[in-house]
């Protein structure tokens, strides 16, 4: 595993240095430079989604029971909670960072593991922050967008943000390999089977998917990174899409 976060490492930064070396558009406006090299590596992911990831997503949502699923998605949604208040803290939301590290508390102790989400009955909201949108926060521009291998949407300073998120991922310090790897996998397999409804509906009302996952990605980004008030100006490039 190891290896492969070095080989990724080494995309990323690459990405971030695109940063602020590329500001060319589309003619809507969306920053997006390398189209042909998204579109090839778009169907690549997408392809290879298919063949591996998507049966076995479909295969796990079929076998586990609702609720043994609820509970599994529960635990990895707490163990997020630690980068989220990490970043809340670096944005300068120290109440947010407070109510954060209290959900992960409360989850992680009365919630059994986070297997039962008892914060959120209690008035502990989940939030939805990572370096991504602290870089953003802090004044550095979204850069290019840009599709990475097997990650799927990014910007470049989505892609340096995935680093200390990397980082203060639990998951990512588990010592023995065998038990790492099966635990990444088992998240990886929770996340897709938790948007196989959504999936459907995209590939329903989409003409170019492509375009419709990357107008949504950076909406939401944007969206994300202005806690749901984005500048009006930045976020009209999107309304011809969303029409």
């Known amino acids: 595993m190891s290896r492969l976060i070095n080989l990724a ?10 940063v602020s ?13 390398f189209e042909g090299y998204n579109r090839a590596m778009f169907k690549f992911n997408d392809v290879v989604d298919r063949a591996v990831v998507r049966p076995v997503a479909k295969g796990y ?4 029971p609702e609720p043994i699923s609820w509970g599994i998605s529960n635990f990895f949604s707490n163990l997020n909670d630690i980068t989220v208040a990490i970043n809340s803290l670096l944005q300068g939301k120290f109440r947010q960072a407070g109510q954060d590290a ?11 593991a986070g297997i039962f989400d008892v914060a959120t009955p209690a008035g502990y909201t989940k939030n939805n922050e990572d370096f991504g949108q602290t870089l953003g926060v802090w004044g550095f521009d979204t850069g290019p967008y840009i599709v990475l291998p097997f ?6 300073r989505d892609a340096l943000g995935r680093i200390p998120d990397w980082y203060t991922d639990p998951v990512m310090h588990i010592d023995h390999t065998e038990t790492r790897y099966a635990v990444i996998g088992t998240r990886v397999i929770d996340t897709r089977a938790n ?12 003409t170019d998917e ?7 990605y950076l909406q939401r980004r944007l969206f994300l990174v202005h806690d749901g008030n984005p500048p009006q100006d930045d976020y009209d490039i999107f309304d011809d899409d969303i029409d």
């Open 9 to 18: 490492r080494v995309g990323l930064v690459a990405s971030a240095m695109l």
């Open 21 to 33: 070396g590329c500001a060319t558009t589309s003619e809507n406006g969306v920053n997006d430079p």
């Open 61 to 64: 949502d079929t076998v586990v």
């Open 102 to 112: 209290g959900r992960f508390i409360l989850n992680s102790t009365v919630g059994v």
């Open 151 to 156: 990650l799927g949407p990014s910007t470049g």
């Open 195 to 206: 948007l196989l409804k959504a999936e459907s509906v995209m590939r329903q009302a989409a």
């Open 210 to 216: 492509y375009t419709y996952v990357r107008d949504a």
